[in-house]
């Protein structure tokens, strides 16, 4: 039964979403229409879980519809492989090979109220990876602020040189390492490439420019974003000119807490922004940093770590 498959979502279903009736659709006095399963369109959405939403029907027909009544499509579609997901993600923390701080702990950006962010890389067993269900990219805990990433997934992002990503294998806070987890760790120069001056460059003018715009129409800043905008910078420019990732932030601790705690103006930030970014140039012409990351170690990584899961090895 459908009921016994799905939970109503606290979400609310978007205009043009295709759902499944859970009910049968009746018309006018109370003739059958519809039997349980029919597929509609949303064509309003309520603003809230007290309201109803109106679906339309193949026939042309609408009716106005409380939201327990209604599966969406997708969801109906992979119930199956999304309820055997669920109950797979807590087995699946056992197969974490590397776990590490990040966040203003790691930043010593830290106070007495501050959060631990956790993040790092799970290896799932062979027969879940081979699976019709197959495993999901991240396991997360918002409650704790954990986060782990499927191998491949972090393997593939950390080629991108994603920020986020970097700083795992650069923290000073490492929790947990296997074996393979140090062999990852070994492999983080292998990451590094020019392809950081784009990265990191380009989301901090995107972000600046969102930052700019909100001021100017609500005049207020959000300052923590802008002092790690700032501190994004000011790690790229040492990746281009050392060859590592800086996480700590060291000597910019004051001026960065200072930011992030709304004593500097948002145009004496703005001038050091353009300041940074006309030295993240320079770095650019200058580095030592390949042109692209090596993507044949780390393929032949993400080859031996599945090796190692389809051997029937833990993850130790």
Same mark, same amino acid.
């Given at each position: 039964?459908? +009921?016994?498959?799905?939970?109503?979502?606290?979400?609310?279903?978007?205009?043009? @979403?295709?759902?499944?009736?859970?009910?049968?659709?009746?018309?006018?006095?109370?003739?059958?229409?519809?039997?349980?399963?029919?597929?509609?369109?949303?064509? @309003?959405?309520?603003? $809230?879980?007290?309201?109803? /939403?109106?679906?339309?029907?193949?026939?042309?027909? =609408?009716?106005? !519809?409380?939201?327990? +009544?209604?599966?969406?499509?997708?969801?109906?579609?992979?119930?199956?492989?999304?309820?055997?997901?669920?109950?797979?993600?807590?087995? &699946?923390?056992?197969?974490?090979?590397?776990?590490?701080?990040?966040?203003?702990? %790691? /930043?010593? &950006?830290?106070?007495? *109220?501050?959060?631990?962010?956790?993040?790092?890389? #799970?290896?799932?067993?062979?027969?879940?990876?081979?699976?019709? /269900?197959?495993?999901? =990219?991240?396991? =997360? $805990?918002?409650? *704790?602020? $954990?986060? #782990?990433?499927?191998?491949?997934?972090?393997?593939?992002?950390?080629?991108?040189?994603?920020?986020?990503?970097?700083?795992?294998? #650069?923290?000073?806070?490492?929790?947990?390492?296997?074996?393979?987890?140090?062999?990852?760790?070994?492999?983080?120069?292998?990451?590094?490439?020019?392809?950081? /001056?784009?990265?990191?460059?380009? #989301?901090?003018?995107?972000?600046?420019?969102?930052?700019?715009?909100? !001021?100017? *129409?609500?005049?207020?800043?959000?300052?923590?974003?802008? !002092?790690? &905008?700032?501190?994004?910078?000011?790690?790229?420019? @040492? @990746?281009?000119?050392?060859?590592?990732?800086?996480?700590?932030?060291?000597?910019?601790? $004051?001026?960065? !807490?200072?930011?992030?705690?709304?004593?500097?103006?948002?145009?004496?930030?703005?001038?050091?922004?353009? %300041?940074?970014?006309?030295?993240?140039? %320079?770095?650019?012409?200058?580095?030592?940093?390949?042109?692209?990351?090596?993507? =044949?170690?780390? *393929? %032949?990584?993400?080859?031996?770590?599945?090796?190692?899961?389809?051997?029937?090895?833990?993850?130790?």
């Amino acid at each position: 039964m459908l +009921e016994s498959i799905f939970t109503a979502s606290a979400a609310i279903i978007p205009i043009g @979403t295709q759902v499944v009736s859970r009910v049968p659709i009746k018309g006018g006095h109370g003739r059958a229409l519809h039997p349980i399963g029919v597929v509609g369109v949303v064509v @309003t959405s309520p603003v $809230d879980h007290e309201h109803r /939403y109106r679906v339309r029907f193949p026939d042309g027909f =609408e009716a106005f !519809m409380p939201r327990h +009544e209604l599966v969406i499509l997708r969801d109906f579609q992979l119930g199956g492989m999304q309820h055997t997901g669920t109950a797979l993600e807590h087995d &699946l923390r056992r197969h974490v090979i590397f776990q590490c701080v990040i966040g203003s702990r %790691a /930043y010593g &950006l830290d106070h007495a *109220n501050s959060d631990t962010d956790r993040r790092g890389v #799970y290896l799932p067993p062979a027969d879940m990876q081979w699976s019709l /269900y197959g495993v999901p =990219e991240q396991l =997360e $805990d918002p409650e *704790n602020q $954990d986060c #782990y990433w499927e191998i491949k997934k972090f393997l593939v992002m950390a080629l991108k040189a994603n920020p986020n990503i970097l700083e795992c294998l #650069y923290s000073p806070l490492v929790e947990q390492a296997t074996p393979l987890g140090r062999e990852l760790v070994a492999l983080r120069e292998a990451f590094l490439s020019r392809l950081v /001056y784009q990265t990191y460059n380009g #989301y901090v003018l995107s972000q600046f420019k969102k930052l700019g715009q909100d !001021m100017r *129409n609500t005049g207020a800043v959000k300052w923590k974003h802008v !002092m790690h &905008l700032i501190r994004l910078l000011l790690a790229g420019i @040492t @990746t281009l000119n050392e060859g590592r990732v800086p996480v700590r932030v060291e000597r910019h601790r $004051d001026e960065l !807490m200072a930011i992030r705690d709304g004593q500097r103006k948002w145009d004496d930030v703005d001038q050091w922004r353009k %300041a940074l970014h006309e030295e993240f140039n %320079a770095a650019a012409e200058k580095t030592a940093l390949p042109e692209r990351p090596d993507y =044949e170690r780390a *393929n %032949a990584f993400l080859i031996k770590a599945r090796r190692h899961a389809a051997g029937g090895a833990d993850a130790s």
